[in-house]
């Protein structure tokens, strides 16, 4: 049976303080030697996930934006994907709304809620708040599918989410923010598409792994045989109620090698 993994990259791959991922060489090395599709899925960017690639050495496919779109390179393993849209150099599956239709529910209800969304933020602001360049926090305020937000008065949450699903938005949780996004997507619905396709695509069962440590992987996590949670950076694990779930002895990137060293 093949492998195939998911992760999570704030908090995850990547390490919450410095957004490094060089503790995870060794089992980076294995899955490429391997050659396991790594597929990214995250609350970043198309744009940013293709220069974390260029880094990580690897041209896999990628889920942005907390299951928005799942994005392929063409030609990717010589499969046939003619009956997927384009979208520039990849081919994809939209699961979100676009951009506008989030933006129009943000503008007219952030000043009621006291949200404040990466569109009303300076490039300075999303890097003092994430501790990104001005540089990558520029890439991050190019969105196509979610605005993710602070809440100045977090007892309106309740309050805001339910007036979300009214426009068909939900309201998840990561790492630093919450996002709003379309009601039909998150990384699970996302994750479970994405296992369905690549089984049709070669013809066999796939193993999934998935690997995260932020409220917005709950839902990855139980699509897959093999879950595991990451310590994140409080020292905390996720609470999940799964007989399958794994849990990383360490956080970050040195979390993540010592889980796939474990699993692949």
Known sequence: MKNIIFTDLDGTFLNHDNYSFEE?????????????????????????????????????PFIVEN?????????YKGFDLDFLDDHEDKK??????????????????KQEFGMLGF??????EISKLTGLTTQKAELAKQRDFTEPF????????????????????????GGRFYH????????????????KLFETLYGLLL???ALGDGPNDIEMLGK?????????????YLSIENPKLQKSSFQGSKGWNEMILKNV
């Open 24 to 60: 995870s060489s060794e089992a980076l090395k294995k899955v490429k030697q391997k050659q396991i599709p790594l597929i990214f899925t995250t609350s970043k960017t198309k744009i940013e996930v293709e220069l974390l690639q260029k880094d990580v050495g690897i041209d896999e």
């Open 67 to 75: 299951g928005a779109a799942l994005f392929i390179p063409k030609n």
């Open 92 to 109: 994809v599956l939209i699961f979100g709304k676009t951009y506008k239709q989030i933006l129009n529910f943000y503008n007219e209800y």
């Open 119 to 124: 569109s009303d933020m300076s490039v300075e």
């Open 150 to 173: 602070i809440l100045q008065d977090e007892s309106k949450l309740e309050k805001l989410k339910n007036l979300a699903l009214t426009y068909k938005i939900k309201i998840t949780k």
């Open 180 to 195: 709003l996004i379309g009601e039909k997507q998150d990384k699970g619905i996302a994750v479970e598409r994405t296992i």
């Open 207 to 209: 193993n999934s792994i």
């Open 224 to 236: 897959v045989n093999i879950p595991i949670v990451i310590q994140n950076h409080l020292g905390e």
